[in-house]
T-cell receptor, first 113, second 113 residues
Framework: DTGVSQDPRHKITKRGQNVTFRCDPI?????LYWYRQTLGQGPEFLTY????????KSRLLSDRFSAERPKGSFSTLEIQRTEQGDSAMYLC???????????FGPGTRLTVT | AQSVSQHNHHVILSEAASLELGCNYS??????LFWYVQYPGQHLQLLLK????DPLVKGIKGFEAEFIKSKFSFNLRKPSVQWSDTAEYFC???????????WGLGTSLAVNP
């Protein structure tokens, strides 16, 4: 499978714990995006990278959230001191080129208890 | 701030009925427009996109959408729906040089056989 992959697919954690998610984009794609989706809502933009540079961060991304893409390939999204409001589906997408069609992974569903 | 409105939150149709899902956006400049679909248990997939040129764009599975700049609209259409079209449909926009997608809330479509 050469699509966007995300790991883990599901994560249950207790409030206050730290969690880290991984995204592997399509191999030739230089842009990588993180979105968050809650039930009944459309995805909300969190941040994006072009190669290893983080070019934009949403105000939704509090200081408990950090994302990295150290070698311009895979990316990690870490949430520190999780809160129940962090429960959501975390989506990763990648794209390449001027037209920037974004291809999505299956998401990581986070449940904070 | 940019926003996307999808007028129909839940739509129920019988097979062979025609479909039109509304999408309006707020942004005065150049936009790229997208419709994504999420089938039950699957990840977001691109249905069709508009970047420039012919405002009537055709996508996969018989879907099409028309960009009407004067109305800030990008409505999705299909002349005859099938049971397999049951899914969540999202309209998304990115504006100008901004890469992030702004999403509507989605429309849940149920097609009865």
């Amino acid at each position: 499978d050469t699509g966007v992959s995300q790991d883990p697919r599901h994560k249950i954690t207790k409030r206050g714990q730290n969690v880290t998610f991984r995204c592997d984009p399509i191999s030739e794609h230089n842009r990588l995006y993180w979105y968050r989706q809650t039930l009944g809502q459309g995805p909300e933009f969190l941040t994006y990278f072009q190669n290893e540079a983080q070019l934009e961060k949403s105000r939704l991304l509090s200081d408990r959230f950090s994302a990295e893409r150290p070698k311009g390939s895979f990316s990690t999204l870490e949430i520190q001191r999780t809160e129940q409001g962090d429960s959501a589906m975390y989506l990763c997408a990648s794209s390449f080129g001027q037209m920037d069609e974004q291809y999505f992974g299956p998401g990581t569903r986070l449940t904070v208890t | 701030a940019q926003s996307v409105s999808q007028h129909n939150h839940h739509v129920i149709l019988s097979e062979a009925a025609s479909l039109e899902l509304g999408c309006n956006y707020s942004y005065g400049g150049t936009v790229n427009l997208f419709w994504y679909v999420q089938y039950p248990g699957q990840h977001l997939q691109l249905l069709l996109k508009y970047f420039s040129g012919d405002p009537l764009v055709k996508g996969i599975k018989g879907f099409e959408a028309e960009f009407i700049k004067s109305k800030f609209s990008f409505n999705l259409r299909k002349p005859s729906v099938q049971w397999s079209d049951t899914a969540e449909y999202f309209c998304a926009v990115n504006a100008g040089n901004n890469r992030k997608l702004i999403w509507g809330l989605g429309t849940s479509l149920a097609v009865n056989p």
